[in-house]
């Protein structure tokens, strides 16, 4: 650099001899400063020059005052030099090109320096980023970088938008902004800056008209807050420039230059573009630092959580516990459903167990995820987040928090998804230890059905908790269910759970097993048992329709001793033996079975062979004229009477008189035998009601 120096005072020195001088440079073609002052006037102190630029690349301009007079040399890139000589002297045109001339190298130099210099604050601005620190801090580090290399810049400011208020907002300022800069929000497209973000575009600004052309969509209010903030002085040039993440443009920086002459050019657009894109990876990587930072907590809630709930599992104290531990951390009220017991935990004013749980059973047998649900209530729609409870592949029960969709947490996610598992362990915990409660009393009360003893039954039915002074019933149902054997048990579970609910202290004994459950009612010896019975059938058809099972229900007679408990279970058993045999759903009174008990345990084949064989004669009948098994049928219809089964036929009476007697013969039978009777009306009667 000193030889570069040198070679441009020797040059001067050969035009102007002796004269003292100096040399002033500026990077900006605003700002000099004296690189060189000759010795003779090193006593002498004067204002830095003025300026010229015009904005071209290179301006020459010769110009004399009173005192000194001054070569104003121009190049690229805003760098300038004045040469001040303290003498007259007569320059030629030729002579100010070649002093230009010499000046090259040197700005060529400071050119390399400046680069150098631009490319270490570059450097220094993405270690930085590197280190993760408090983003408004790297931002407003980043601007100043950016600044500090656009050293014509007296401002800049970095617009961030806020998509829950959908404006934009000052994020990171330097340059001189106070803090009244707070106040301005930006609408996308308000202004310069709304524009740059609307639009995705990079704009510069070295017109004063089109500054103020595209300034002027700008609110009231935000013009009044940037004016309380900076003091601005004859504003020159600006650039805008958006910044993206993610093909997302999410900010916008700006910088400002006042002055007399506008000085930002496109090189300074290239540079803060490069600072954007710096700024757009600090963003990114905060986002990550948060996100992992976030996925960081959110492991360790969950560790927090899972341990909590566990440890007030391994207590043993129901469900309950876990529920109060759960609204700790949840910020909406919650509920558990239970359709192991058809039982809610917990409050929600709007879910009604009554209405709603057979509902939301059926609703989310196949759902395995979480959902968002409306329930419907008094003309309101209620909006909830189901979380479903699952047992070896079953649905066990619901969790149901108050909540919007959108308006879940994090957290709240983990805490329902951590307690749906202790839960989920507990009802399974619960369901076995009724499973061994149905064991041992289904042997009690085999043992009971087994004993002849009178002292030892009194004590079973002690056992058993029958009150051996009221009359019994008992009712007998069976499940068949195209589900697994798990579910089957869950839906064993709830019909118990929903027996007791409805039935009470009248059902001392009521327990599931294997496809069966067995009920013993109690009742009052005046009390009448055909409203319980009518109970029992709304409540199974009912369940019935939620659940889509077979269910059949046998009943048996009711007595008056507790000693014939056996006698009554026995005629259930009959009465659903009877449904199956007639492959029949519902409830079936043994008492109402009438005749038919008397072929319960005979097979169909074997009623079907019956039947064949006593009509089969009548089937040889070839006289299409004389249907003598239709007639056979209408007469025990009407009760043998001839006139109405005649009626009933459309023929006459001696007709039908004629056609009795061609089935006598046919049938080797006498309608005066009372054997052969009862014989062709039993017939009728089982072809009519078993194969009709």
């Known amino acids: 650099m000193s030889d570069l120096l040198a070679n441009m005072k020797g040059y001067l020195t050969s035009i102007i001899k002796n004269s003292p001088y100096q040399i002033w440079t500026s990077i900006d073609s605003a700002n000099f400063n004296v690189i060189f002052s000759s010795s003779s006037c090193s006593s002498l102190t004067y204002t830095p020059p003025t300026s010229l630029h015009n904005g071209s690349d290179s301006f020459q301009k010769h110009t004399a005052y009173e005192e000194f007079e001054e070569i104003y040399l121009s190049f690229p890139n805003r760098y300038a030099f004045v040469v001040r000589i303290f003498a007259k002297h007569d320059w030629t045109s030729p002579q100010i090109k070649q002093l230009s001339a010499t ?142 993440m993610e093909e ?21 657009k290239e540079l803060l573009e490069s600072f954007s894109d710096q700024v757009s990876i600090a963003l990114l990587n905060s986002a990550l630092f948060e996100d992992v930072k976030n996925q960081n907590e959110l492991l360790i809630r969950r560790d927090q959580i899972h341990r909590t709930f566990m440890n007030v599992s391994l207590q043993s104290k129901g469900i309950e516990p876990i529920l109060t531990e759960l609204r700790r951390m949840v910020t909406s009220p919650v509920t558990i459903v239970d359709f192991v017991d058809n039982k809610t935990y917990g409050f929600l004013k709007f879910f009604d167990i009554d209405t709603k749980t057979a509902e939301f059973h059926t609703h989310f047998l196949l759902h395995t995820k979480p959902c968002f649900y409306t329930i419907e209530a008094n003309n309101e729609a209620h909006n909830v987040y189901i979380h479903p409870i699952h047992g070896i592949d079953t649905l066990l029960g619901l969790l149901i928090m108050q909540a ?78 195209q589900a697994d054997l798990q579910l089957l048990n869950l839906h064993l579970h709830r019909l118990v759970s929903d027996i007791k609910s409805v039935f009470s202290s009248k059902a001392p004994v009521v327990y599931g097993f294997d496809t069966k459950v067995t009920i013993v009612f109690t009742l009052d010896p005046y009390e009448k048992h055909h409203a319980i019975i009518k109970q029992l059938e709304d409540l199974l058809s009912k369940w019935r329709y939620y659940n889509e099972c077979h269910v059949k229900t046998g009943i048996g007679s009711r007595y008056s001793h507790f000693t014939q408990i056996g006698k009554s279970y026995s005629e259930a058993e009959k009465a659903v033996s009877y449904l199956l045999s007639q492959q029949q759903d519902g409830c079936m009174l043994y008492e109402e079975i009438g005749i038919n008990r008397l072929f319960i345990n005979q097979s169909k084949e074997e009623v079907k062979t019956f039947i064949d064989e006593v009509f089969l004669p009548l089937k040889n009948n070839h006289s299409n004229d004389e249907p003598l098994e239709q007639t056979l049928e209408a007469y025990f219809d009407n009760n043998r009477s001839a006139s109405l089964t005649a009626k009933q036929l459309h023929i006459h009476v001696n007709t039908l008189y004629q056609r009795l007697k061609k089935i006598e013969e046919k049938m080797n039978i006498s309608f005066t035998n009372s054997e052969h009777l009862l014989k062709v009306q039993l017939a009728c009667y089982l072809k009519k009601f078993h194969y009709s």
């Open 103 to 244: 000046f090259s190298p040197y700005v060529l130099q400071k050119k390399l320096e400046r680069h150098e210099h631009i490319l270490n604050v570059l450097m220094k601005s993405i270690k930085e980023i590197s280190l993760l620190q408090d983003s408004d801090y790297l931002l407003t580090r980043i601007l100043e970088n950016a600044l500090s290399v656009i050293s014509v810049a007296d401002m800049g400011v970095l617009w961030m938008f806020d998509s829950s208020t959908q404006f934009l907002l000052p994020r990171a300022w330097s340059g001189g902004p106070n803090n009244e800069i707070q106040n301005m929000k930006m609408k996308v497209g308000e202004g310069i800056i709304g524009k740059t973000f609307q639009r995705n575009k990079s704009y510069m600004y070295t017109n004063l008209k089109d500054i103020l052309r595209d300034s002027s969509t700008m609110t009231d209010d935000n013009i009044h807050y940037l004016n309380q903030s900076y003091t601005f002085t004859n504003i020159q040039s600006i650039i805008s420039v958006p910044i993206c």
């Open 404 to 481: 919007n969709q959108g308006d879940l947490s994090s957290l709240d996610q983990v805490a329902l998804e951590q307690s749906s598992s202790v839960i989920a362990l507990e009802m399974l915990k619960k369901q076995t230890l009724v499973d061994l409660f149905y064991k041992r009393t289904h042997e009690l009360f085999s043992e009971y059905l087994s004993c002849y003893d009178t002292t030892l039954l009194y004590q079973k039915a002690a056992e058993l908790n029958i009150d051996t002074k009221k009359h019994i019933l008992v009712a007998l149902i069976t499940i068949r269910s």
């Open 248 to 268: 997302q443009t999410v900010c916008v920086l700006i910088i400002y230059q006042n002055g007399t002459t506008p000085l930002l050019n496109e090189e300074d």
